[in-house]
């Protein structure tokens, strides 16, 4: 079988981490060798560069110097991490990836949609995922979530209004791609999301070995 390139994405807060360490479970049992990274992240540049994007302290940042970091670290993460997984058969879970930057920056920053998806292309190569799931939740519900849980970082003390744009962006993101991407509602429990994250993977595995 082919490798399976699996991204879940959703406003800051919607609960993808944990719908990750189940999926992950999931797939292990079932035999899959399975590739869990994130974004920005997966590798050692591609960290460091998360590092930059995300302190706080660097409130200074212009907009597209962001967009540009993102597209940069997911260049390294697609040429180190992505690509040969994907070649040597194995299923990649992605926590973000191309469509985080086409809302994020694209959207709530107001730095087009199309242009963020254009430098993308390149950051990817045409890299595209199999199935992204989307955890739609209101943006207060998600930002209450983080408040609760950790420290925030600087995209995530952003003012209510930007991250209603998010969940704006990613309404439209799934509108547009609704073959590529699944929208499942992040406000039900735990346990309902995970049974329906299962079905739709479910169906992806019995279309690849078709």
């Not at 660097?58 to 040969?84: F, G, P």
């Not at 191309?98 to 390149?122: C, H, P, W």
């Not at 595209?128 to 989307?134: F, G, N, S």
């Not at 209603?164 to 929208?183: F, H, M, P, S, W």
Request: hydrophobic fraction near 35%; aromatic fraction near 4%.
């Amino acid at each position: 079988m082919k490798g399976i390139f699996i991204t879940l994405e959703g406003p800051d807060g919607s609960g993808k981490t944990t719908q990750i360490k189940y999926l992950n479970e999931y797939l292990t049992k079932k035999g899959f060798e399975v590739v869990l990274t994130r974004e920005p992240g997966g590798t050692v540049i591609s960290e460091r560069i998360r590092q930059i994007i995300l302190d706080i302290n660097h409130k200074e940042m212009s907009d597209m110097t962001e967009a540009l970091l993102y597209a940069a670290a997911r260049a390294q993460h697609v040429d180190q991490v992505i690509k040969k997984s994907l070649d040597e058969g194995k299923i990649v879970i992605c926590d973000r990836f191309v469509d985080s930057s086409v809302t994020y920056q694209g959207l709530a920053r107001g730095l087009g949609m199309e242009l963020i998806e254009s430098i993308n292309k390149f950051a990817t190569n045409g890299i595209t995922p199999d199935i992204t799931i989307l955890l739609d939740i209101q943006a207060e519900q998600g930002i209450k979530r983080k408040k609760s849980q950790a420290e925030l970082d600087r995209l995530e003390v952003e003012k209510l209004e930007f991250h209603k744009k998010v969940c704006e962006g990613y309404k439209i993101l799934a509108q547009n791609n609704k073959d590529r991407i699944k929208t499942i509602d992040g406000s039900k429990s735990i346990e309902e999301i995970k049974n329906q994250v299962i079905k739709l993977i479910d169906d992806i595995l019995n279309k690849a070995r078709d």
